[in-house]
């Protein structure tokens, strides 16, 4: 089953504002937004090496695979 990475990342954020200090916490926080954005370029990107098949119909093609 593909669930992506958004469901374990927001229980860890939520884990790290209760056990963190706020500086530590929000920096934990901005550091796995920038993660989860650059993992949904980079992802097609490898996906496409080798392949013949335009960027955006692969990326097209990952997201209907992620909402599936």
Known sequence: ????MLPITLC????????MSFT???IFTIWMLIVGFSDNIIKPWI???G????????????????IY
């Open 1 to 4: 089953m593909q669930i992506g």
């Open 24 to 26: 530590k916490a929000l």
């Open 47 to 49: 996906l496409s090496k």
């Open 51 to 66: 392949a013949s098949v335009p960027m955006l119909v692969l990326f097209i093609g990952l997201l209907g695979g992620f």
């Open 12 to 19: 860890v954020v939520i884990y790290s504002w209760a056990t």
